[in-house]
């Protein structure tokens, strides 16, 4: 059974980091691209970022480029998303997805549409 489960969030105040993981089972990593989506109250999910299956292609809002990086460790099952230079409008519930039917290895996309497989969320605020 597909299950992806996400891990550290939590309370950092503005201009901090946090390192998101979404440690994957049931399934090989390197055959799935990988997005993680965020949703505020009141808001729609967004995508936030992607990583191809390969690895080699990667995706970002505009709102996070330059401060977050996707990265996938195949052989831990793991991706992960380094947010640094953390700002109120960050806050929100973070969930990782994974994309189980057929797409090009080496591209991914932010549609939250485009992911069958979800993980549960983690909440991430950013208050002084």
């Known amino acids: 059974q597909l299950q992806l489960v996400e891990s550290g969030g939590g309370l950092v105040q503005p201009g901090g980091s946090l390192r998101l993981s979404c440690a994957v089972s049931?399934?090989?990593?390197?055959?799935?691209?990988i997005g993680w989506f965020r949703q505020a109250p009141g808001k729609q999910r967004e995508g936030v970022s992607c990583?191809?299956?390969?690895?080699?292609?990667?995706n970002y809002a505009d709102s996070v480029k330059g401060r977050f990086t996707i990265s996938r460790d195949n052989a831990n099952n793991t991706v992960y998303l380094q947010m640094n230079s953390l700002q109120p409008e960050d806050s929100a519930i973070y969930y990782c997805?994974?994309?189980?039917?057929?797409?090009?290895?080496?591209?991914?996309?932010?549609?939250?549409?485009?992911?069958?497989?979800w993980g549960q969320g983690i909440q991430v605020t950013v208050s002084s």
């Open positions: 997805a994974a994309r189980s039917t057929p797409y090009s290895p080496y591209s991914c996309t932010l549609r939250p549409g485009q992911y069958e497989n």
């Open positions: 990583i191809s299956s390969s690895g080699t292609g990667t």
């Open positions: 049931g399934f090989t990593l390197d055959y799935y691209p």
